[in-house]
């Protein structure tokens, strides 16, 4: 029994030597300094509120030209009022306007499932990935529920890329127009979110509003 406590005490001993040489040293006030100005590099310092405002074409599944196809299901889904376990992957344009030749902003990439059982409660995840403009080449995501037949629904912004790292707010979606036949909708953005403050704030946007908060 001595002799398995001694053990213990060398192998705890060991670790406790070992492990900061292998996982780091115990911060110091030169560390935290060096985090700092990092977070500030990649934050941009003083922290700012951006609002964004677009239009997605949702080209849906029996369009022509559908950028939205299934791409899993569950048994049940054929029958199911709210096609519960339905998975959809897709790929909408983003644009200024709501006319589909409206300027082009980007595209809607990511993931919707039917998740609800007793409603059309979709579960989003999505990330807005932007092509022109102060936002060129800049991500934003969204993930959250969706009870699509609200007049308005509330997503949260979890993050983003580029001028969009560490970015949290809300998203507003509602249905601008719906075309049945053609399995044609236009859905509105309204998307208030933290940004990168080193953007010029000179930049003359004219395809996002802009309203600083």
Not at 101 to 129: C, E, K, P, V, W
């Amino acid at each position: 029994m001595a002799k398995l406590v001694i053990a213990l005490i060398l192998v705890t001993s060991y670790l406790f030597v070992t492990i900061p040489g292998v996982y780091g040293r115990i911060p110091n006030t030169r560390d935290r300094a060096e985090e700092k100005a990092f977070l500030r590099h990649v934050c941009g310092g003083k922290e700012k509120v951006v609002k964004l405002h677009f239009y997605v074409q949702d080209l849906r599944i029996g369009h022509a030209n559908a950028t939205v196809f299934e791409v899993a299901k569950a048994s049940i889904t054929p029958t199911h009022p709210t096609a519960f376990g339905s998975v959809h992957v897709l790929d909408d344009l983003i644009t200024e306007g709501p006319a589909f030749n409206s300027r082009a902003l980007g595209q809607t990439q990511g993931l919707t499932t039917n998740a609800d059982l007793a409603t059309f409660g979709i579960h989003m995840n999505l990330n807005f990935y932007f092509t022109v403009g102060r936002y060129a080449g800049s991500t934003l995501s969204i993930l959250g529920r969706n009870q699509v037949l609200d007049s308005e629904r509330e997503l949260p912004v979890v993050g983003g890329t580029g001028v969009f790292r560490f970015a949290r707010g809300y998203a507003i979606q509602s249905t601008y127009s719906i075309d049945f036949p053609t399995s044609y909708a236009v859905l509105e953005y309204t998307i208030y979110t933290t940004y990168n403050s080193r953007i010029s704030e000179s930049y003359d946007d004219v395809e996002i509003e802009i309203a600083q908060m």
